[in-house]
């Protein structure tokens, strides 16, 4: 190594607690901002490049270099998204953030001919501005550069592969081994494309949904984990837990609702207009077993789901389900126990002098 490289090395040698410092700030400064924006990824990580690292590169091409300030790269960061959309995302975020360097930044998917693929990565070369980090006895934070690196799980996964196979060998890969490598690239970039189109299509149709049921055409709706959690959001089981709660004055204690979802399946609905059908159905009778059920108690605390859970108990009863169908009532909601039997038990005891449990309902 010459002379003018050994410098180079002795400069990132006396500078390496400035990077360190540089590299909490970052790495800080990206979840920070991930978290603000919501956006949801896979990793954030930073490195510094090591001194043998460091070694390696400037003894390739050291004459490239007049100092250490034109190294992009010492200190890296790295973003991994789910999606490709999200990788846009978060570079719009960067650039908002960061002081970029556009001569040196470079957008790698945008390099490929039509007919080619290969390494799939955006990389902006970047600044803190002042207005991230102002120190006036270390300015030197403001002017470092520092590589950030935004790619999807799969771009990642690709990039890690070639790079253990081709990059840090010794030996030039053949050709016939480089077109194996680039198909799959393709795959995994045809795969990117149609996971982002998936989740574009999803979040149409959880839209879709939410405004059908904000409409009342619940008949259109399917019923499935997506649509019973728009369902919910209606709240449509407040207005009996509220008479229900008036009984004894009681207070109501929020539980999620989604595992009457199974229930409802079981009771053969098909869409959200045929819960809200058995709901409208059966909330009455559901009402009056809770009036008998608390009647005569001093109890003051309900869980949310005293409806939804009575509705079921009368619908089950009153199609002579009897015990055994409140036995399985229960272990679909707190899987299987021999507690469920005795819970059944009691609740079939709570309903026997019922009205509806008098037209040939008693099992």
Same mark, same amino acid.
């Given at each position: 190594?010459?002379? =003018?490289?050994?410098?180079? +090395?002795?400069?990132?040698?006396?500078?390496?607690?400035? %990077?360190?410092?540089?590299?909490?700030?970052? *790495? /800080?400064?990206?979840?920070?901002?991930?978290? #603000?924006?919501?956006?949801?990824?896979?990793?954030?990580?930073?490195?510094?490049?090591?001194?043998?690292?460091?070694?390696?590169?400037?003894?390739?091409?050291?004459?490239?270099?007049?100092?250490?300030?034109?190294?992009?790269?010492?200190?890296?960061?790295?973003? &991994?998204?789910?999606?490709?959309?999200?990788?846009?995302? &978060?570079?719009?975020?960067?650039?908002?953030?960061?002081?970029?360097?556009?001569?040196?930044?470079?957008? /790698?998917?945008?390099? =490929?001919? +039509?007919? !080619?693929?290969?390494?799939?990565?955006?990389?902006?070369?970047?600044?803190?501005? /002042?207005? &991230?980090?102002?120190?006036?006895?270390?300015?030197?934070?403001?002017?470092? #550069? %520092?590589?950030?690196?935004?790619?999807?799980?799969?771009?990642?996964?690709?990039? !890690?592969?070639? =790079?253990?196979?081709? $990059?840090?060998?010794?030996?030039?890969?053949?050709?016939?081994?480089?077109?194996?490598?680039? #198909?799959?690239?393709?795959?995994?970039?045809?795969?990117?494309?149609?996971?982002?189109?998936?989740?574009?299509?999803?979040?149409?149709?959880?839209?879709?949904?939410?405004?059908?049921? /904000?409409?009342?055409?619940?008949?259109?709706?399917?019923?499935? @984990?997506?649509?019973?959690?728009? $369902?919910?959001?209606?709240?449509?089981?407040?207005?009996?837990?509220?008479?229900?709660?008036?009984?004894?004055?009681?207070?109501?204690?929020?539980?999620? +609702?989604?595992?009457?979802?199974?229930? %409802?399946?079981? %009771?053969?609905?098909?869409?959200?207009?045929?819960?809200?059908?058995?709901?409208?159905?059966?909330?009455?009778?559901?009402? $009056?077993?809770?009036?008998?059920?608390?009647?005569?108690?001093? &109890?003051?605390?309900?869980?949310?789901?005293?409806?939804? *859970?009575?509705?079921?108990?009368?619908?089950?009863?009153?199609?002579?389900?009897?015990?055994?169908?409140?036995?399985?009532?229960?272990?679909?909601?707190? @899987?299987?126990?021999?507690?469920?039997?005795?819970?059944?038990?009691?609740?079939?005891?709570?309903?026997?002098?019922?009205?509806?449990?008098?037209?040939?309902?008693?099992?």
């Amino acid at each position: 190594m010459d002379l =003018h490289c050994q410098l180079i +090395l002795d400069e990132y040698d006396a500078r390496l607690a400035e %990077f360190q410092r540089l590299e909490q700030i970052v *790495q /800080k400064t990206l979840k920070e901002a991930l978290e #603000r924006n919501a956006l949801m990824v896979t990793a954030v990580t930073t490195r510094i490049k090591t001194r043998d690292s460091l070694t390696n590169k400037l003894e390739l091409k050291g004459g490239k270099y007049r100092s250490m300030n034109d190294i992009t790269d010492i200190l890296g960061a790295r973003i &991994i998204t789910f999606y490709t959309d999200d990788v846009d995302r &978060i570079a719009a975020m960067a650039e908002q953030m960061f002081e970029i360097d556009w001569a040196n930044s470079v957008d /790698k998917r945008r390099l =490929h001919d +039509l007919d !080619s693929f290969g390494y799939n990565s955006l990389h902006y070369i970047c600044r803190l501005p /002042k207005n &991230i980090i102002d120190v006036p006895e270390c300015p030197q934070l403001n002017q470092i #550069r %520092f590589e950030l690196q935004l790619r999807t799980t799969l771009q990642h996964a690709w990039a !890690s592969i070639n =790079h253990d196979t081709g $990059y840090k060998s010794d030996i030039e890969i053949p050709r016939e081994y480089m077109r194996q490598m680039n #198909r799959l690239s393709g795959i995994l970039e045809m795969a990117d494309d149609e996971f982002s189109r998936i989740r574009i299509e999803l979040n149409d149709y959880r839209r879709r949904v939410h405004n059908l049921v /904000k409409n009342g055409e619940l008949d259109s709706v399917q019923l499935d @984990g997506d649509t019973f959690r728009s $369902y919910l959001l209606a709240r449509p089981f407040d207005s009996l837990n509220k008479r229900i709660a008036a009984i004894n004055q009681a207070e109501i204690q929020e539980v999620s +609702l989604l595992p009457y979802l199974r229930v %409802f399946k079981a %009771f053969g609905c098909l869409t959200l207009g045929d819960v809200d059908r058995l709901r409208r159905k059966y909330e009455d009778e559901a009402y $009056y077993l809770s009036r008998h059920q608390l009647g005569n108690t001093d &109890i003051d605390i309900l869980s949310s789901s005293v409806g939804i *859970q009575n509705i079921c108990i009368v619908c089950i009863l009153k199609q002579g389900g009897g015990r055994i169908g409140l036995v399985r009532l229960f272990n679909a909601l707190n @899987g299987q126990s021999p507690q469920n039997e005795l819970l059944a038990d009691m609740m079939y005891n709570q309903a026997a002098s019922m009205p509806f449990m008098n037209n040939g309902n008693k099992l």
